[in-house]
């Protein structure tokens, strides 16, 4: 029971993301590199977040529960915004590290784009991201135990690996939105990656009510899923040629 | 140390048993022009030098010109093809070298979380003669820095011994010095490692099939590291006997020697390769000046045997300017059983392009491997594995010191990259690998535990 649950909630969350690993990225050497820097870019900013809080709770009386609350909610919110400001840093480092590739590569192009760069990144913050939220739960599943035993949801498990399915994805989509803005001083997509990100953070304190948590994050992932594959080049029409089948540049033929 | 493979073994060679030794991993591949090695370029954008001399020094890196990072490739496109295949072959390399490491920390943190006995204490090595139960911080930190002391004089020693064995070319006596240790580790240590799995499963095996079981494994094993097999099967063998090793650290150090002693290896790693006297330059010169390569039974090699046909090596070519590949050794002691020796190879090399282009018509892409020394495995193991024992059941610092190690071997093969000479693989990644194992055990786990409490997200 305990195993199914393992491999159950091991596969939602971390499902779709191995997927996109291995099929998108494994197979290039200089993607793998960007991934764990950028899983790497992430653990830091959870360091220094962590660090604030730490000194934030360690500062302040252990009894009081409002102030722990409303410590744990500024934590949160400081870890968002630090996390958003270590993607700006990884972006600033990957344009240099374009700019290197540049220089060496024989015909004056990188073999990687900007926006395959910002898929790659922000796949490499989703993957920490998760990583960091699921592991040590699937650890636990594994046990023996009783989920909600103490009148807690009975669902944890399951809404934590949806949860941490849906932030895996949104953190692949926030990047190329993020990236592109930075490329083209959009800063109203800096913005609006940030504020989302924040709402879905925010959200999660609705749990254990997993209406108001769950439901607005995917709503959010659809958005942002839409929108980035808007900034990657797709519109309406390649969506329907796609689903169709069809070839491009080929005279429409009826799906087979 | 991280060392690329390169291209000194000529098929002139006598065949004794030091290119014996050679055959499981390097091709013989024909020497490298001179006049193609004036492009060195790496990974980074500011060092486009051009070399025209043999030597390597870093001085001649360090104060070269340096070519402004916009200007765009000059030179011929044969330059150019060797920079990209200089860029390409870099980030392939890393992860050529991620592989294995990865696969030897997924063997190491799988043991100590399944099986009991290696995260049980049952008494310390002789290195470490100094306890650590006693019941004051400062006298525990005092112990565990005497047990670092005396654990790194040991190394020391032995790796002194060692270059003066080499030096004074005692070579039998090395290789068997070589033959003692990994007879041991592949196995007595793989018996105990396989009874201890046993144990943990409540797996009855009898002991005839035991016997052939170690028997087949240990034996096709010594031949695979020390003569000829298989690439895939030697770098198989070779992660494991690290993994054993480093289980064997994990088990008989002492909780604050281990932290001390990973931190002071690191530091003497530095020295031992970076500074002018350091016994392990000292013997990576010493294998240059011979033009030998160092005993391949104690390094992982990536390299990649390939059969296209080769035109006839240019011995003219092969010279002061050859780039030299011998990895020093590194004599560690390791269990307190006996006294052999797990020689390190802790080298970094810049890779030597080796495509005879300009005289031969046929292009040939050979795969220059990299070689990292398996006391590098060892200590990230040992690391990583330290952090899932000792980390309160939190698998969050095993992952972070796991991206920590990975991103210090990334800056470290940048840096080969950049300088082009013998680098220590293990001051970068270890150091982050600590850094990352505190911070996180100590700073995130608490506030990830009251996140998950509450099941919050960032």
């Known amino acids: 029971m305990t195993l199914a649950v393992f491999f159950g909630c091991t596969f939602i969350a971390f499902g779709p993301a191995l997927g996109l690993f291995l099929f998108t990225i494994a197979r290039d050497p200089l993607r793998i590199i960007i991934l764990i820097a950028g899983a790497f870019f992430w653990l830091v900013s959870l360091l220094l977040s962590s660090l604030i809080w730490f000194i934030a709770v360690k500062a302040s009386d252990p009894q009081d529960e409002p102030l722990q609350k409303g410590l744990l909610i500024f934590g949160v919110m400081f870890s968002v915004l630090l996390q958003e400001a270590f993607r700006f840093l990884y972006y600033k480092l990957l344009r240099k590290a374009i700019e290197g590739l540049v220089a060496l590569s024989e015909d004056g192009c990188s073999p990687i784009s900007i926006q395959q760069m910002a898929y790659v990144a922000g796949v490499g913050f989703g993957l920490m991201s998760g990583a960091f939220s699921m592991i040590n739960l699937l650890a636990d599943s594994l046990g023996p135990g009783t989920v909600g035993i103490h009148g807690d949801s009975q669902l944890y498990f399951l809404t934590s690996a949806f949860m941490t399915m849906v932030l895996i994805f949104l953190h692949t989509f926030w990047g190329i939105i993020f990236f592109h803005g930075c490329e083209h001083r959009c800063w109203w997509e800096i913005a609006a990656v940030v504020i989302m990100h924040l709402t879905v953070s925010g959200s999660t304190f609705c749990n254990p009510l997993y209406v108001g948590s769950l439901v607005p994050s995917y709503l959010v992932m659809a958005t942002a899923a839409a929108w980035a594959y808007m900034l990657s080049g797709g519109s309406a029409r390649n969506l329907r040629r796609f689903l169709l089948c069809l070839q491009s540049g080929a005279s429409p033929q009826l799906g087979s | ?458």
């Open chain 2, 1 to 458: 140390m991280i060392t690329f493979m390169n291209n000194s073994d000529s098929e002139e060679e006598p065949c004794n048993e030091r290119t014996s030794l050679m055959s499981a991993e390097s091709p013989p591949v024909p020497s490298y022009q001179d006049g193609r090695q004036a492009s060195g370029a790496g990974e980074a954008q500011a060092h486009r030098k051009r070399r025209t001399g043999s030597s390597r020094s870093p001085n001649n890196i360090a104060d070269g010109e340096m070519s402004d990072p916009g200007v765009p490739v000059r030179g011929s496109a044969l330059e150019n093809e060797e920079e990209e295949l200089t860029l390409k072959y870099g980030a392939k390399h890393v992860i050529m070298l991620f592989v294995p490491v990865t696969l030897c920390m997924i063997v190491v943190v799988a043991t100590i979380k399944s099986v009991r006995f290696y995260t049980e204490k049952n008494g310390q090595l002789i290195y470490t003669p100094f306890s650590e139960d006693t019941p004051s911080v400062g006298q525990r930190l005092l112990n565990s820095v005497l047990n670092t002391i005396i654990m790194i004089s040991v190394i020391v020693v032995m790796t002194v011994f060692l270059v003066v064995l080499y030096k004074y070319r005692c070579y039998k006596f090395i290789h068997g010095w070589l033959i003692l240790s990994s007879l041991m580790l592949l196995f007595l240590f793989t018996y105990i490692y396989l009874g201890e799995v046993l144990k943990t499963y409540n797996v009855a095996m009898d002991y005839p099939t035991l016997f052939l079981v170690i028997w087949n494994f240990g034996a096709v094993g010594m031949i695979c590291i020390h003569w000829k097999g298989p690439l895939q099967l030697q770098q198989a063998y070779l992660i494991m006997i690290s993994a054993l090793m480093a289980l064997v650290f994990i088990k008989y150090l002492p909780e604050w020697s281990a932290w001390v002693i990973l931190g002071a290896i690191s530091i003497y790693d530095l020295m031992a390769v970076l500074c002018p006297k350091g016994p392990l330059r000292m013997l990576v010169e010493t294998a240059q000046e011979r033009n030998e390569p160092i005993f391949p039974a104690l390094i992982y090699s990536s390299a990649m045997m390939w059969t296209v046909g080769m035109a006839k090596p240019d011995t003219a070519a092969r010279g002061p300017s050859q780039q030299t590949w011998d990895a020093a050794e590194d004599g560690r002691d390791n269990h307190g059983s006996s006294s052999h020796a797990d020689s390190q190879m802790s080298e970094m090399r810049s890779p030597v392009p080796t495509r005879p282009i300009t005289s031969l018509e046929e292009l040939e892409e050979e795969e220059r491997g990299v070689k990292l020394g398996l006391g590098d495995f060892i200590f990230y193991s040992v690391l990583v594995g330290k952090a899932a024992a000792t980390a309160s059941g939190d698998w969050n610092t095993t992952l972070a010191c796991f991206v920590a190690i990975l991103i210090g071997l990334c800056l470290t093969l940048l840096l080969l990259a950049v300088f082009k000479k013998a680098l220590p693989a293990l001051p970068i990644s270890i150091t982050f690998g600590l850094v990352f194992y505190f911070s996180t055990d100590n700073l995130v786990r608490p506030f990830m535990d009251t996140l998950a409490s509450h099941q919050l997200y960032i």
